[in-house]
């Protein structure tokens, strides 16, 4: 598939190239897709933290109200890989300005959104519109920067991907709290409509297209695959997995989808996304890491709210704070990342899952009367290696890729990051509810008449077996245990992932234009 990136890459200089050098359009290019990708990256994690507000207001079930999440994943994994195609025929400035524009719309009539139905069809919007916001700001930050400057230059639009799942849920508990859940969304509102001036000035002189053939089997058979496996993988833990008819359902149909798009994208003479991207060696190990990456990316920030809230007790702006510490690692690793990644970017990438490694093995060290500062230092100590990983193991996967390709190779990137988002969140769901659910039963076993600890004077007059209120205390305190071993191993997993992702690295080429 064609991209329009071949021509506006540009050339490399005979002298060395600052960011002081540079000319004012590139850094107004380089804030617009920095706003951009904040804004798609605030709203990722925004709705969870508003979820119960809104499941309140419109009178809805637990099983309703995960429509809102569940199919805004889909919309977004089913636009991913239509960016290059659409790049081509839109040209960069048409597209980013329309989804911007539909993004901006959707985020506001979210807010007035009056039934669940309606609400869910806005988010669908906002996923069908925001989906190329991610990958285009990436591929036009690599097409138009020198590579002298890439390492530079995806720092500081990282700042925006990074950051903008981090300050999507601090921002919309705080708004929520003082206000309702409808400010949450509105909020999108003025920034993104500055966004969108700063598009159509900034990438006026990006404005060509090509009439590219869209593969219409391929497209069809993958979105119909992405679909299947996003409905399976989200609702898989509700439904009770394989027991469900539903989830058979989806399990085959995504798995005859895929194989149909992968038969025909090997005999297709132009398929909807080129398999000759694989055979780029650093694209094709960062897909890898770029899966493993996501799977570590918003993990803590699912797993943290809900031990907070139910076990120690936290408001939602606290906890809000307390998150915001994996921002704080974010910038600390910016400041360290351009002159690491230009000298060592393998090592760099290393050291940053090593970072994300010792923290998950941190995190699995707490117990249910873990402090404030422990989830502080955790979080920013997580924060500080995703930021001094991300960059340059971005910077690997591309830069021996051709020029034409960076639009649809960041297309499927974003892909691929998304979907292990997804499916680790919900791996580390079904381990923290069966852990729960396996170490109650377990643990209420030692609760009997004839257990001497449980007669121990010092106990809790609460606990008392003699009453039915001091039962119930008992159990809930059962409950929690239970619940924070659920969450131990679910840290423990993150620790092994991170852990697991390492050696990959040094199987990619060390590219002498970094440094």
Request: charged share 10%.
């Amino acid at each position: 598939m064609s991209s329009p990136a071949a021509s506006f890459t540009a050339p490399l200089p005979a002298s060395p190239v600052t960011l002081f050098s540079i000319g004012p359009r590139h850094w107004l290019i380089l804030l617009t897709v920095q706003l951009s990708t904040l804004l798609f990256g605030m709203t990722i994690t925004l709705a969870n933290v508003v979820l119960p507000q809104i499941r309140g207001t419109l009178s809805a079930t637990q099983d309703e109200i995960a429509w809102v999440i569940t199919l805004n994943l889909v919309a977004t994994a089913v636009a991913t890989p239509m960016t290059g195609w659409l790049a081509s025929r839109l040209g960069w400035r048409n597209l980013m300005f329309f989804g911007v524009l539909g993004f901006t719309l959707c985020s506001l009539m979210c807010g007035i959104a009056d039934s669940l139905e309606t609400l869910v069809l806005y988010r669908i919007g906002q996923g069908l519109f925001g989906a190329p916001i991610m990958p285009m700001g990436q591929a036009i930050v690599l097409a138009t920067f020198p590579r002298q400057l890439h390492a530079t230059v995806m720092v500081i639009w990282g700042a925006g991907s990074v950051m903008g799942p981090v300050f999507g849920p601090i921002l919309g508990s705080m708004i929520a709290e003082a206000y309702n859940w409808r400010y949450a969304f509105f909020m999108i509102v003025p920034p993104g409509l500055v966004a969108m001036a700063c598009i159509w000035f900034a990438l006026s002189e990006h404005r060509e297209s090509s009439a590219t053939r869209l593969d219409w089997t391929g497209f069809i058979a993958l979105s119909v695959a992405i679909t299947a496996l996003q409905l399976m993988i989200d609702r898989g833990q509700r439904l009770d997995w394989f027991d469900s008819p539903e989830i058979v359902i989806e399990a085959a149909v995504a798995a005859i989808a895929f194989w149909i798009f992968a038969a025909h994208s090997l005999t297709a003479e132009r398929p909807f996304l080129d398999p000759k991207l694989l055979l780029d060696r650093n694209f094709s190990i960062g897909l890898v890491i770029a899966f493993f990456m996501g799977m570590l990316s918003y993990t803590s920030l699912v797993l943290f709210p809900s031990l907070l809230h139910d076990l120690r007790g936290y408001p939602d702006s606290t906890i809000g704070m307390l998150l915001a510490a994996r921002g704080t690692g974010n910038w600390i690793a910016f400041l360290v990342v351009v002159p690491f990644s230009r000298r060592y970017p393998r090592l760099a990438v290393c050291s940053g899952l090593l970072a994300q490694a010792v923290a998950g093995w941190a995190m699995a060290q707490l117990d249910i009367n873990l402090s404030s500062f422990d989830v502080f230092w955790t979080n920013a100590l997580q924060g500080f290696g995703f930021g001094l990983a991300y960059t340059p193991m971005t910077v690997l996967a591309f830069t021996t890729l051709p020029a034409h390709q960076l639009t649809e190779g960041s297309g499927l990137f974003t892909l691929v990051r998304n979907f292990g988002s997804s499916l680790y969140i919900s791996i580390t769901v079904v381990l923290l509810v069966r852990s729960t659910t396996a170490n109650y039963a377990r643990m209420t076993e030692f609760v009997n008449p004839f257990n001497r600890t449980l007669a121990f004077p010092g106990l809790p007059g609460a606990w008392s077996m003699d009453t039915p209120s001091g039962l119930l205390r008992l159990a809930g305190e059962i409950q929690h245990q239970a619940a924070m071993i659920g969450y131990i191993n679910a840290f423990h997993l993150l620790a092994l992932t991170a852990a697991f992702a390492m050696p990959l690295v040094w199987l990619m080429r060390g590219s002498p234009r970094l440094r």
